[in-house]
């Protein structure tokens, strides 16, 4: 079975995921920020605000209105596949289960870092993956305050503004720079988890746009990550990034990071495979 989803997968790549499609994608996204996103930043008005779940879980305007640009746009590059969006999720919490589908599903988070662009912080991003069986097979995070594009498709490498992105390994003998979940966004166990990196060798700090987080991985800029949540949208698009430039991932269990749940939190994106290993050691030793 294995190897019949493997060899259906390589078939999709080859077939569909092609340099029209990754340019006609990028198009789209620049396009939806443009419309819904860009004008809207540092000009939005009270009631385009809103508060979702939690005081720290925002909603505004512009996540809803890219989000249903994106919805619109993107299934008509690809007869028959699907949208699993943050905020349709939020809607109807039901259309999650499409991620674990066989048709080829869009991840979209119209704006990663909602907190920040209420704030007026340029540290936010559009982020789209391309997943079919469980797998993504391409990404695409787009800065449009910080004018950044990164577009990954698997097997193929990772590119920012077109160059690129190798991770490399992080500085012998310097603590590790790892961006964490924020305590609001973790349980007890996990909170124990995180104090793993509470130790000599690493330097932990809270996350901001968890899309960010990953670029800055992925161009070697941030040695790891230490999240706590799983939701599809925020992680997707920059795990595949991290892949393509040479990193590698691990939940508690060991084992890479599933875009269709079920993982043991805390989990790790990391410059390289041994890094990985040792942020996943000290989160075990935490827990």
């Not at 909602?114 to 559009?126: A, E, I, K, N, S």
């Not at 509470?198 to 800055?216: Q, W």
């Not at 079920?262 to 050691?281: K, S």
């Amino acid at each position: 079975m294995i190897e019949t989803i493997t060899e259906s997968i390589d078939d999709f790549l080859s077939r569909h995921v092609t340099d029209r499609l990754a340019t006609d994608v990028e198009r789209i996204v620049r396009a939806a920020a443009a419309a819904e996103i860009t004008p809207r930043f540092r000009q939005l008005a009270a009631h385009e605000i809103e508060q979702k779940s939690a005081p720290h879980d925002l909603v505004t305007v512009a996540d809803k209105r890219a989000e249903e640009y994106l919805t619109r746009e993107l299934p008509a590059l690809l007869p028959g596949s699907v949208v699993v969006g943050e905020e349709a999720v939020a809607a109807d919490p039901t259309t999650y289960e499409a991620l674990r589908g066989s048709a080829p599903v869009w991840i979209v988070d119209p704006v990663d870092g909602t907190r920040q662009f209420v704030h007026g912080d340029p540290g936010f991003c559009t982020l789209v993956a391309l997943a079919l069986d469980g797998v993504v097979l391409a990404s695409w995070t787009y800065a449009p305050a910080l004018g950044e594009m990164a577009v990954a498709v698997r097997g193929r490498g990772a590119r920012l503004d077109g160059e690129l992105l190798v991770a490399g390994s992080p500085a012998p003998g310097e603590d590790l720079r790892i961006a964490t979940s924020h305590p609001d966004y973790t349980t007890d166990d996990q909170k124990r988890a995180l104090l793993g990196l509470r130790a000599d060798g690493f330097a932990p700090r809270p996350c901001g746009s968890a899309g960010l987080e990953y670029l800055a991985v992925a161009r070697g800029a941030l040695d790891a990550t230490a999240f706590s949540w799983e939701l599809a949208w925020d992680h997707a698009a920059g795990l595949l990034l991290v892949e393509e430039a040479g990193g590698a991932h691990l939940t508690g269990a060991g084992v890479p990071f599933a875009v269709t749940g079920g993982n043991v939190l805390p989990f790790t994106a990391a410059r390289d495979a041994a890094t990985a290993r040792r942020v996943a050691g000290a989160l075990s030793a935490g827990a």
